[in-house]
């Protein structure tokens, strides 16, 4: 690294071409989009704060709470997440369209907590963006208006879903909560997680896609079946898949391109992307592409050493359905739970017009023509360009080996190293 580089870093956040160079395409979009999205906001802030001189920060507005005056009570706090309007569930810096920003600005305007540091957070699970949760739990130390001796009175409690609700976004909802003991963690303690995977039937094999999910069942290595993540410091690929199954959710009479099937897959922990990298060679199978077998052969590193280069399937249709612990036992405020079932009823009204709409469309110009074969539904999923002639995935050009991914995760963390001393 050059001495006028080392300079920079020393001084700023940037990055400097040595380390740009180092990363791969993915990560560079990955770097642009997020840099984009921070000057949009950044624009936002200062033309509200020009239209909004007297506006006050939630930071400013909180300050003058007493917590000293309240004692504590650690929970469990559920709650469901439209995701395909966020950029994932995690803070990022820079971005402030996430649902933890929604979360943390809820839980301090409200007052439940004083601040991130000091509320000993936990997640159960980080979706990416895009992605939903029908099931999403975090674990907390919150504020509790009653004594420590007399926490038991759950009803008597502060209404943490509804104060939650007033202030988030209406398409993320606290629907539950459950006090736990102090050392418990909504990541930790997590028996198994669910996912589930929506899509149309349109063209597809479904009794073969089937037939392949139910091969991953089992312990596996995993690092031709996820993205590779070892930049995090992630470096075994191996997971236990408790069960796998590809189901259809409704199924007409006379088999239709518009009935739908979901993917059911559940395991204590997952890898990044890696129910969307299974996703796509799925549904390489049901075009009838690929074998139901040739998840046997990704799974084998030793037949398969490096993981053969195929698109990701779209994040939308992917949602955290489950999380599982022991004993659960969830307090639910039924007039809060009234309420927020309206609101996905309205959620599912539009939606159900806007496709029911486009489903007589589609009918009216099926009417025009002669064809035969125009179920394309599910051909929408799989991101990427599609080549005309298709090459097996066995035969097709490989990603970088795990083996080069950690040297030169190593060479980086050298590289940083020696710019600090």
């Given amino acids: 690294m050059t001495e006028n580089c080392s300079k920079i870093k020393k001084n700023n956040k940037f990055s400097c071409r040595e380390e740009l160079e180092m990363l791969d395409k993915s990560e560079l979009v990955d770097r642009i989009l997020q ?83 000091t509320s000993n957070y936990h997640r159960c699970g980080r979706t ?12 907390l130390d919150i504020r509790s208006k009653l004594a420590a001796d007399k926490q038991e009175n759950l009803d008597q409690e502060i209404p943490y879903c509804k104060i939650l609700n007033r202030i988030l976004p209406t398409n993320i909802r606290c629907i539950a909560w459950w006090p736990i003991q102090n050392n418990i963690s909504a990541r930790f303690d997590c028996k198994f997680r669910t996912y589930k995977y929506f899509f149309p039937r349109g063209n597809l094999n479904v009794p073969a896609m089937n037939a392949a999910v139910k091969l991953v069942i089992g312990e596996h290595d995993f690092r031709n079946i996820c993205k ?49 990298c299974l996703m796509g060679v799925l549904l390489l ?93 599910s051909d929408c999923l799989l991101l990427g360009v599609q080549s005309k002639i298709y090459q097996s995935l066995l035969k097709r050009p490989t990603c970088e080996s795990l083996e080069n991914k950690l040297k030169q995760r190593t060479k980086k963390l050298k590289l940083e190293d020696h710019k600090l001393h």
Avoid at 246 to 265: A, H, P, R, T
């Fill in 35 to 117: 840099l984009e999205a921070y000057n949009s906001q950044l624009k936002n802030l200062i033309d509200k704060s020009v239209n909004n001189p007297n506006d006050i920060t939630v930071k400013k507005l909180c300050k003058k709470f007493d917590f000293s005056r309240y004692t504590k009570r650690r929970i469990f706090l559920k709650f469901y997440y439209l995701g395909w309007d966020y950029h994932g569930f995690v803070t990022q810096e820079g971005i402030l369209n996430t649902i933890e920003h929604h979360l943390f600005n809820a839980l301090i305007k409200s007052c439940c907590i004083e601040s991130r540091e």
């Fill in 128 to 139: 990416d963006k895009g992605v939903s949760a029908f099931s999403q739990v975090i674990s």
């Fill in 228 to 276: 590779m993540d070892v930049a995090n410091g992630v470096t075994n690929f191996k997971r236990k898949v408790a069960n796998a199954e590809v189901f259809e959710l409704n199924q007409s009479f006379q088999e239709s391109g518009f009935d739908m099937c979901y993917l059911e897959i559940k395991s204590q922990a997952f890898l990044w992307h890696q129910i969307r």
């Fill in 285 to 377: 199978v049901g075009q009838n592409k690929e074998k139901p077998e040739v998840i046997l052969d990704l799974l084998d590193i030793e037949k398969v050493p490096q993981k053969p280069q195929y698109n990701m399937a779209h994040e939308v249709p992917l949602n955290l359905f489950h999380c599982e612990y022991e004993n659960e036992n969830w307090f639910i405020d039924q007039t809060e739970l009234l309420h927020t079932i309206k609101i996905l009823q309205a959620e599912w009204t539009l939606n159900t017009i806007k496709s029911t709409m486009t489903r007589c469309m589609i009918n009216n110009l099926e009417s025009l023509g002669d064809l035969k074969n125009n179920n394309f539904q």
